[in-house]
């Protein structure tokens, strides 16, 4: 009798023990998603700042691409600049 009871709570024991290992991987794997989350956050985070660190260190050179643009647009369209250009 007293190994009937022995195995069934070796069962119990098992069954219990594989129970927190599911809530143990399932819980490392929200973690890891959202540390990935987190990360790729991050990411996007440093890329918008260094995208913003190249245009403020090239604002002359963009300003001067769209001046140069409006140049030739002007010439295409034989149309002047400004009124005040005759």
Do not use: W
Request: aromatic fraction near 6%; charge should be positive; charged fraction near 10%.
């Amino acid at each position: 009798m007293s190994a009937v009871v022995g195995s069934i709570a070796d069962l119990v024991h098992s069954v219990f023990s594989l129970v927190a290992n599911i809530f143990k991987t399932l819980i490392s794997l929200v973690e890891d998603a959202v540390g990935a989350v987190l990360s790729l956050i991050n990411s996007l985070i440093a890329a918008a700042g260094g995208l913003v660190g190249f245009i403020m260190s090239n604002i002359v050179v963009i300003a001067l691409c769209f001046v140069l643009f409006a140049l030739y647009q002007s010439r295409v369209n034989k149309k002047p600049v400004s009124n005040k250009i005759k």
